[in-house]
């Protein structure tokens, strides 16, 4: 019998699953990046729009990204955008000075602070 050819095959073999699972590395790799950069994007888009409403596509578009969506609940402002494949959604609160000044609580305080948002603060 002779096999001294097998150990070559084997050999190759064993090089192709090295290769694919190195590649495989590689992809998943990217893929952490492309959600770690949308998630940076998301945060910067979603503080943007908490200031400002109309900045965050502009934000968006200035990341390379996409201003899938766009809620603002009160203080709240939430996005979701999409950069290079990847979607990701951050939250933003934008609350006014002295917001604090308007919860209710028991006090003999005679100092007027103004008028307090008509949005419950919780």
Not at 15 to 21: H, P
């Given at each position: 019998m002779d096999e001294q050819g097998s150990i070559s095959v084997l050999g190759v073999g064993i090089?192709?699953?090295?290769?694919?699972?190195i590649l495989?590395?590689?992809q998943l790799g990217a893929d952490v990046v492309h959600r770690a950069r949308a998630?940076?994007?998301a945060d910067a888009v979603a503080m943007a729009a908490a200031a400002d409403p109309q900045a965050a596509a502009t934000t968006a578009a200035a990341n390379r990204a996409t201003l899938i969506s766009m809620v603002q609940e009160g203080f709240e402002t939430e996005v979701v955008v999409g950069r290079g494949g990847a979607l990701?959604?951050?939250?933003?609160e934008l609350r006014p000075i002295?917001?604090?000044?308007?919860?209710s609580f028991a006090s003999s305080d005679p100092i007027h602070f103004g008028a307090c948002p008509s949005t419950p603060v919780g």
């Open positions: 090089l192709a699953v090295i290769g694919m699972a495989l590395m590689g998630a940076s994007v990701a959604t951050a939250r933003a002295g917001w604090w000044r308007c919860q």
